[in-house]
């Protein structure tokens, strides 16, 4: 998320950079767990079945599909043979199926997040004030980001991939800004592989002897050689013409920052490198001829609300996007300094909207758009999520034939019960203690509410040790209370 905003002063000297070793060990200490978040139990002979079952039936639950042509279901069963939905509806009968009763339980499609500096997972909570200037430029992307190995890029992706997914987040676009050698690369596309996360890989740019973007060749060749598997990819440009022309060298998607100035965009346009599928983060403060070219080519577009609130990026571009027929995807960014679940997302968008319409309702304007409903954001976070990160034919929707990414969600509790609405409760209530369930390519990835198949001391030790050397590195001070 490099940015060049400026005018802002630094808002607290215990962020600012000195020589703090004894310190960070001090606070690291005291954030050592204690014990690991509890994991399924080995002998959980549901788990079994379903990790060994080639098809599963979820039973009788609350079934939005996201998919107009399908429909939704008061009640119904979902069938998965292979990986894939085979089947949506009532009453369901199959043979040798595991079976997972969801009573009481909303299925949804897994929330695909078109923005995520993963690598920068142990940062989370580092600058709780910050803004993007000077803090976030200063701070991570010319001080910490350039502290880190190989091997810290591995443990800071590997817990954001951890924590998405626990978070309901099936699929992710990793702006990866941390290449600042092939091993660098490397690690983040392996962290993606061991998380079991969908993802597309976004190669971006490093510091140094950097060989952005004409590694992409490698990268394709060593990773993507087979479109048959979780991870795609595409390229993090710049808004330059000869980095973007290296995505269509290899007939991948470019994602690119646009905001504050327009003027770079305008010129990918008319240069003609751009294509449809392109994604264009942010898009605060464009013009109208920077919309316009967005939309001439098919491009999409993803938005972070919380945190261009937070950070000051500017108004988050939800109705510029809406007033044009664009539908945006939404993206957390990062999380230094706000969270990264697609609830506080959707809830964030509703609430913005919402409040501008009203407000120009009450100042007496008339003819105005449509107010966004629980409906419309869900679909921002699933259908418009696949599309913009380019894998829409494989997920997004609860669609037969897709891939089944899907979460089941829990309404048994109070602070969701009793169950008046389906999608408000998703998109308004929720938050990520409800999710009970979630299958990515039809394999169960957490389950009862716990992740399965994790290591999590050793993924939580891999952060933490890594967390420590970069701010060593860096002279950042972590204040555990401050």
């Known amino acids: 998320m490099r940015d060049t905003t400026t005018g802002h002063t630094a808002i607290t000297s215990r962020r600012r950079l000195l020589k703090a070793g004894a310190a960070i060990s001090v606070a690291a200490a005291a954030m050592h767990p204690a014990a690991a978040p509890a994991q399924p139990a080995q002998g959980d002979p549901d788990l079994a079945r379903l990790q060994g079952a080639r098809r599963v039936l979820i039973k009788g639950g609350i079934v939005l599909t996201l998919d107009r042509s399908v429909g939704d279901f008061a009640k119904a069963d979902v069938l998965i043979e292979d990986g894939k939905i085979r089947e949506i509806r009532p009453d369901i009968a199959a043979a040798e199926a595991a079976v997972v009763e969801a009573g009481n339980r909303i299925l949804v499609p897994g929330f695909v997040d078109t923005h995520s ?32 190995t190989p091997a810290d890029v591995y443990a800071g992706v590997l817990t954001t991939a951890l924590s998405f997914i626990d978070n309901g987040t099936t699929a992710i676009i990793d702006l990866s800004q941390i290449s600042h050698t092939p091993e660098h690369s490397d690690a983040a596309i392996r ?66 920052h646009f905001r504050v100035n327009a003027d770079p965009g305008l010129a990918l346009g008319r240069a003609g490198v751009l294509r449809e599928g392109d994604l264009f983060i942010h898009c605060t403060h464009l013009n109208d001829a920077a919309w316009d070219m967005i939309k001439g080519i098919g491009g999409r577009i993803s938005i972070s609300p919380p945190l261009e609130m937070a950070m000051a990026h500017g108004m988050p571009a939800v109705q510029d996007a809406l007033d044009r027929g664009i539908c945006p995807s939404l993206s957390s960014d990062h999380g230094t300094t706000v969270g990264q679940d697609m609830f506080s997302l959707m809830r964030t968008t509703f609430d913005l909207q919402r409040l501008r319409i009203l407000q120009r309702k009450r100042n007496g304007e008339q003819n105005l758009p449509p107010l966004l409903t629980p409906r419309d954001t869900l679909e921002f976070a699933t259908v418009q999520g696949a599309r913009c990160a380019n ?74 040790e890594a967390r420590e050397a970069v701010m060593r590195r860096g002279n950042f001070q972590v204040n555990l209370v401050g």
């Open 117 to 148: 500096h993963s690598y920068q997972g142990l940062l989370r909570s580092s600058l709780p004030n910050g803004l993007v200037d000077p803090d976030y430029n200063r701070d991570v992307q010319n001080n910490l980001t350039m502290h880190y």
């Open 391 to 464: 894998i829409d034919g494989k997920v997004g929707s609860l669609t037969p034939g897709k891939e089944a990414d899907l979460l089941v969600l829990r309404t048994d509790r109070f602070d969701v019960w009793p169950l008046n609405n389906a999608p408000s409760v998703v998109a308004n209530m929720m938050n990520p203690s409800h999710v009970d369930a979630v299958f990515i390519a039809g394999k169960v990835k957490k389950w009862r509410g716990s992740l399965v198949g994790v290591d999590t001391a050793r993924a939580m030790r891999l952060a933490q």
């Open 191 to 256: 962290a993606l592989q061991d998380s079991g996360i969908r993802a597309v890989y976004g190669y971006s740019r490093g510091a140094g002897a950097a060989q952005w973007p004409q590694d992409i060749g490698r990268i394709q060749r060593s990773y993507f050689s087979s479109k048959d598997q979780l991870l795609t990819l595409a390229l993090g440009a710049s808004l330059d013409a000869k980095v973007v022309a290296a995505a269509r060298e290899v007939g991948v998607p470019a994602v690119m």
